[in-house]
């Protein structure tokens, strides 16, 4: 049922009035060789597209674009195409992390803006979903969000491979010596055979599964492999959506509850999730206007099951598999009284109507909740003297005898003097150290950069040692694995506990009891925080320079300050005069 009239449509406010203002508007979209036929009183859809061609897993969305049109045009709307920032993990340096709240702030302005009535959010690489959300919720009229989808399996001499997985993999065996370097060149030709996202539960797949959780996707969307025909028909029926809800009226605020928000961790534990959906969806809810914090991932991994066998929390299927077996709808249906059903999607829908009839086409790559591939959450938060407002690990893709574990430390104060040094055969190590590493968080990195799983050092590999303690404040690819604490707030530039930490120290770990500390007195602590010197900043002009003064730290999500929804009041709509 239509709210809305024509006269009401948000893009009326240019292109409707008989003045000279409008007049303008309406003559040089002629200039393009449009006719007024074709935009009056037609729901503008604004297609943000975030191609590019440094952006692999975007390739398609020059063609996806225009099958976006296709099902505006099939709706009875006006499709307009807004470029927006191409965040490509590949290839931006020195992280994608850094401007993730640029893009935000992008998408924010291109509809706020624009005589917009409603937008399609093309994304799927890692930060560009979340920045997307990010965004569309602060302007806050009518939104879907198009997944990029997954790429193809890998493959390598009639190896399944992994994107990120079994590179980190395959690097340690050529570390080793166990594979030459044509093997090594035969892997990097096969690791990556189509356009689209990691086609593992990285953080890509992690962040559309959320999405569609939450509400914001039509139903099995975030599923739907990048080179599958189906992507083609979502694409189209996005389109054809987007225009409804502007009738509808239906904006994100009417989906992305405090409930809603609460679904999309549940999928996350569920899915074996990326650690960096916790950053990002504390971000997103925040925008919304939800109270989400580390304590409801922590409920939620205490009583959600990994039940997608998915690399790399699982050990064998990937993301095109995960599709066949039924997606993310079957996945959802599986999870039963773990989702909250009645929740509002883009479909005008509850989360439960949406589901309905899904059903598990394989139980091994969508488990039963009686036969998880691990009985907790994907995540796990914890907290000591070493982490006072906590700290990430992904008990579900680290080896068991890492649950309880006490080490000495070895300290690293910055990458590349951990690079240095990893590979030599006289590095004071052995399998039950501690690596640290810090100054690598949102100041200190700058922007928390994927550091997290630090190489196990050489003469360990040559061993046979594949997992080690490590503990930073930067963040990790959502294709790693390890017994990796990550995200430790504050982080040590700011000085937090980790910039106390001096080689040798003891740590103790404590999975199942949350628990994480630093075997130091506390007068000892006092004595180092003291003698503690701050490091110089790491940028004096620019966006670097703002992005210093207005980031938060990883446990609120790393948003600007005066982007969150409380800085102040909504902005008003731009004037037209």
């Known amino acids: 049922m239509n709210k809305k009239k024509p006269a009401e449509l948000r893009s009326a406010r240019w292109f409707a009035p008989d003045d000279l203002r409008s ?110 959300l990010l965004g569309a919720t602060s302007a806050n009229i009518p939104a879907i969000f198009v997944p990029a989808g997954p790429m193809l399996r890998g493959n390598w001499k009639g190896r399944v491979l992994g994107s990120g997985s079994d590179a980190w993999k395959y690097w340690d065996e050529r570390r080793a010596g166990n594979i030459t370097d ?107 206007g939800a109270d989400i914090g580390l304590d409801d991932f922590d409920r939620a991994s205490r009583t959600v099951p990994v039940i997608a066998n998915i690399r790399p929390s699982g050990e064998t299927y990937l993301m095109e598999d995960f599709f066949y077996a039924g997606g993310m709808p079957a996945m959802m249906a599986t999870l039963g009284d773990h989702l909250d059903a009645d929740c509002i999607t883009v479909t005008g829908r509850t989360l439960g109507e949406n589901i309905s009839g899904a059903e598990v086409h394989d139980a091994d790559v969508i488990r039963p909740l009686a036969n998880p591939i691990y009985s907790e959450g994907a995540l796990a938060v ?40 990893i590979d030599r055969d006289d590095l004071d190590v052995t399998a039950d150290h501690v690596l640290i590493l810090r100054n ?50 504050p982080e040590s530039f700011v000085g937090g506990p980790l910039s106390l930490v001096r080689t040798g120290d003891l740590i103790s770990l404590d999975i199942p009891a949350r628990s994480i500390r630093l075997e130091v007195s506390d007068a000892e602590l006092s004595a180092r925080k003291a003698a503690w010197t701050a490091p110089e900043p790491r940028y004096e002009r620019g966006y670097g320079w703002m992005f210093s003064r207005h980031i938060r730290q990883a446990h609120e999500g790393c948003d600007f300050d005066f982007l969150e929804t409380e800085f102040g009041r909504p902005v008003d709509e731009p004037a037209i005069y």
Request: include cysteine; charged fraction near 20%; aromatic fraction near 4%.
């Open 182 to 288: 044509a093997d090594w060149q035969g892997l990097e030709g096969g690791i990556a055979r189509s356009y689209g996202t990691c086609m593992t539960m990285g953080t890509a797949s992690t962040m559309t599964g959320i999405v569609e959780a939450i509400g914001m996707t039509l139903p099995g969307a975030s599923s739907i492999p990048a080179a599958d025909s189906n992507h083609i028909r979502m694409a189209s029926a996005s389109g054809r959506r987007a225009v409804e809800m502007v009738w509808e009226d239906l904006k994100p605020s009417g989906i992305q509850t405090r409930e809603a928000f609460q679904n999309g961790i549940a999928v996350a534990m569920a899915m074996g999730c990326s650690t960096n959906a916790i950053i990002h969806l504390i971000a997103m809810a925040r925008r919304a």
């Open 23 to 132: 007049f303008g508007h309406r003559s040089r979209m002629m200039q393009m060789g449009y006719a007024n036929e074709e935009m009056a009183g037609r729901p503008v859809i604004g297609i943000i597209n975030t191609w590019s061609d440094l952006n692999p897993c975007h390739a398609h969305f020059r063609q996806r674009a225009d099958d976006v049109k296709r099902g505006v045009l099939q709706a009875g709307g006006f499709p307009v195409e807004l470029p927006a920032l191409s965040l490509s993990e590949s290839n931006v340096k020195p992280t994608t992390m850094l401007y993730r709240n640029l893009l935000a702030m992008d998408v924010e302005e291109l509809i706020r803006s624009h005589p917009l009535d409603g937008v399609v959010l093309m994304g799927g690489c890692d930060k560009t979903t979340p920045a997307l």
């Open 382 to 421: 914890l907290k000591g003297n070493l982490a006072p407002e906590g700290c990430v690990i992904k008990p579900s893709a680290c080896e068991p005898r890492f649950q309880r574990h006490t080490g000495p430390a070895l300290v690293f104060d910055d990458y590349p003097s951990m690079k240095a040094v």
């Open 440 to 489: 690598a968080g949102p100041l200190g990195g700058p922007g928390m950069p994927e550091w997290g799983m630090l190489p196990i050092p050489k003469k360990l590999v040559r061993q046979g040692v594949r997992d080690m303690v490590r503990i930073s404040d930067a963040r990790m690819s959502g294709t790693s694995y390890g017994a990796c604490i990550l995200h430790v707030s």
